[in-house]
């Protein structure tokens, strides 16, 4: 039996407390990636092997510890954007589609958290306001229409995967354990464009994807100290 309007909006109602309060669960039943999978090309399905931590300097863990925080930020973004999406939009194939995303982007949110923790760091403070907006902007995108939902979720990864590869080059060599986290998310969100343009997704007009990138800037920026 499908939801109603009103269970499925508190349905993701809970889905952004459990967000926000970094108790959304990793739902798909696979390891962490590990240190043997870093700059190696392996996907983040494969099987993961135990690596070896590397015992990193204190500037590099502040510094590992700020990107991730960054990256965590975004995995909050994520959620709120495909939940607003799914929530302005009737198509089954496209909340589908949605959801899929979100449970992959759910490994990510786990995955920065746990990072982060263990390189004792801390999430951004601002995380709710990322959220609400996010969920907005969402929400925005969905009443378009399909083609623009889905050019809009394929714009997102594109930005998303060309940040995460940034990262890769500003983290420490030595942070093999960062390194094989963020390549798994890069690989993944790429994997995301690529489904949503096969699905039709719209290409947005150039005014759309500067808005967009300059957006993330001030997310990023800001989410690297708060």
């Known amino acids: ?75 909050v973004c994520a959620q709120a954007l495909y939940q607003g999406q799914a929530l302005a939009s009737s198509d089954e194939l496209l909340k589908a589609t949605l959801k899929q995303a979100a449970d992959e982007e759910a490994d990510h949110l786990a995955w920065s958290a746990a990072r982060i923790q263990e390189l004792g760091g801390r999430t951004s403070v601002l995380n709710p306001l990322w959220y609400a907006g996010s969920l907005l ?48 998310m890069r690989d993944e969100e790429a994997g995301h464009r690529r489904t949503a343009l096969e699905l039709g997704g719209r290409e947005l007009p150039a005014f759309a994807k500067r808005a967009m990138a300059a957006a993330a800037g001030v997310m990023t920026g800001t989410a690297y100290w708060f």
């Open 137 to 184: 902007m969402g929400f925005a995108a969905g009443k378009a229409g399909n083609a623009w939902s889905l050019g809009f979720l394929a714009e997102t990864e594109e930005q998303v995967a060309q940040h995460l590869q940034g990262h890769l080059a500003r983290v420490s060599e030595r942070d093999v354990d960062t390194r094989a986290i963020i390549t798994a």
């Open 1 to 75: 039996m499908k939801p109603s309007g009103i269970d499925a909006v508190i349905v993701e109602f809970d889905r952004g407390l459990r967000t926000l309060f970094g108790v959304l669960p990793a739902t798909r039943e696979r390891p962490r990636p590990a240190s043997s999978q870093a700059d190696s090309g392996v996907t983040a399905g494969a099987e993961v092997l135990e690596g070896e931590s590397v015992e990193l300097a204190a500037v590099e863990r502040r510094h590992s510890a700020a990107l991730m925080r960054v990256n965590h930020a975004g995995e």
